[in-house]
């Protein structure tokens, strides 16, 4: 062998070496981020105690949570110190999620009232939710309230707010979007399931439009532009962003419509639910056959039922108030392979 080619050799064989080390450095870094993503068939694993030293103080529990935090084992044994955040997988449901995270149902429906719209039954891929650390209620600040008023709202003692996750001060003042955990606290009632069709008057609807989800619905409609039109006709907001600080979870924006006001079909594509769907009220949902899905919410009267094809600009409903809604606007979203936009990015 020449000493070219042997330095060669040394030469891939050092650059071979040197790839996985900035492999290894990405989890690392990733491990900060959330959202969480559980594996299906996570299996507890004994290494976690195996390789868990005595811990002094919480501190240093929390750098260590942090630090074991692997993608095939998110489930710690112990008591959580956060919230996490975990994207709902295909074939996932409230029920399956509950039991993976050791919690009751009701305590991630109740963390994720607004992200889930009150309508668990409608749970899709991509979604991010809420995990809280413990069983109870994980509640936003709104202005007004103190925590008297919210532990009386979850029916607890006041002093079971003042705990590890909340980190609340002495003479520090709630602001309005926090986010506390509440141990044992009890919130709404939940629907679980889509509540039956309301009687209609014969004629009403076409015989082809049936309430809520639309079963298997094949994109045979026309094919998307691949842009959306304004569903209102203007970006006139009123209510919450994306993500809105004040409404954490908040999947929309509430675009501004007077009741009545026409709704239209941001693309051209094929209505997939028409329907009661719990918090969104009456709600439409169109697949655009381009990974893009589109929701319009509150609607006070439909225009298009299941299966029906729809074309950009098509009046789809009638802007309402149904649902949670404390006044007529379009609880508008844009939903990419189930994960929600920012529908002002595509204005
Ligand atoms: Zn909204």
């Given at each position: 062998m020449s000493i070219l080619m042997l330095a060669l050799l040394i030469g891939l064989a050092g650059r071979l070496a040197l790839a996985p080390i900035s492999v290894a450095v990405t989890p690392e870094a990733g491990v900060m981020s959330l959202p969480v993503a559980a594996e299906p068939e996570a299996t507890p694993t004994a290494s976690v105690t195996e390789?868990?030293?005595?811990w002094q103080n919480a501190n240093q529990v929390a750098h260590a949570v942090f630090r074991m935090a692997q993608p095939r084992t998110d489930i710690p044994e112990r008591v959580?110190?956060?919230?996490i955040t975990y994207t709902v997988q295909s074939g996932d449901n409230i029920f399956l999620i509950a039991e993976r995270f050791k919690l009751s149902p009701y305590s991630i429906a109740w963390a994720n009232m607004e992200p889930l719209q009150g309508a668990p039954w409608m749970i899709q891929p991509g979604l991010t939710l809420f995990i809280p650390p413990v069983d109870g209620a994980y509640h936003t600040v709104m202005v007004g309230e103190t925590l008297d008023s919210i532990a009386e709202l979850y029916e607890v003692q006041v002093s079971t707010l003042d705990n590890v996750w909340n980190k609340l001060q002495p003479g520090v003042a709630l602001y309005e979007g926090q986010q506390l955990v509440i141990p044992g606290g009890v919130g709404e009632d939940v629907e679980w399931e889509a509540p039956p069709p309301p009687p209609t008057a014969p004629g009403v609807y076409a015989a082809a439009v049936s309430w809520g989800a639309c079963g298997d619905v094949s994109?045979?409609?026309?094919?998307?532009t691949g842009?959306?039109?304004?569903?209102?006709?203007?970006?006139?907001?009123?209510?919450?962003?994306?993500?809105?600080?004040?409404?954490?979870?908040?999947?929309?924006?509430?675009y501004r419509c007077r009741m009545g006001d026409p709704i239209y079909a941001a693309d051209n594509g094929v209505v997939v639910f028409a329907g009661w769907g719990g918090g969104y009220g009456n709600l439409?949902?169109?697949r655009h056959g381009n990974g893009y899905e589109t929701?319009?919410?509150?609607?006070?009267?439909?225009?298009?039922g299941c299966g029906q094809a729809v074309?950009?600009?098509?009046?789809?409903?009638?802007?309402?108030?149904?649902?949670?809604?404390?006044?007529?606007?379009?609880?508008?979203?844009i939903r990419l392979n189930g994960v929600p936009q920012n529908p002002q990015l595509f204005e």
């Open positions: 390789t868990t030293p005595v959580r110190l956060e919230v994109v045979s409609g026309p094919g998307a842009w959306f039109i304004l569903p209102t006709g203007s970006t006139a907001v009123s209510g919450w962003y994306f993500n809105d600080a004040r409404k954490p979870g908040h999947q929309g924006l509430d439409v949902r169109v929701y319009y919410a509150h609607f006070s009267a439909f225009e298009v074309y950009q600009g098509q009046v789809l409903g009638y802007c309402g108030s149904t649902g949670w809604s404390t006044g007529p606007h379009l609880h508008y979203e």
